[in-house]
């Protein structure tokens, strides 16, 4: 009679639910992660100006690079057309 009142054990929980329990867990807080970390290199990038972070190393907004002006030519060739 003592059995009718007893309630069951529950089974104890499989190890591997716990394993992918924590990988969710810890694969959650790496996207958090990440999240801020790109939030706050754009919101950086605002703020410093991104467009210098695309110029080749040692080259500033106000400096000339090269000087083009001599290798390039002012016309596309002859025209045909033209005469």
Not at 15 to 40: F, T, Y
Not at 51 to 66: C, D, F, H, K, N
């Amino acid at each position: 009679m003592g059995g009718l009142f007893k309630k069951p054990k529950a089974p104890k929980p499989d190890p591997r639910v716990e394993q992918n329990l924590r990988e969710q867990e810890i694969q959650a807080e790496q996207e958090r992660i990440d999240k801020g970390k790109r939030i706050a290199a754009q919101a950086k990038s605002r703020v410093t100006g991104g467009t210098r972070r695309l110029m080749a190393e040692g080259v500033t907004a106000g400096t000339q690079g090269r000087n083009t002006t001599d290798s390039l030519q002012t016309t596309l060739g002859r025209n045909p057309r033209s005469g």
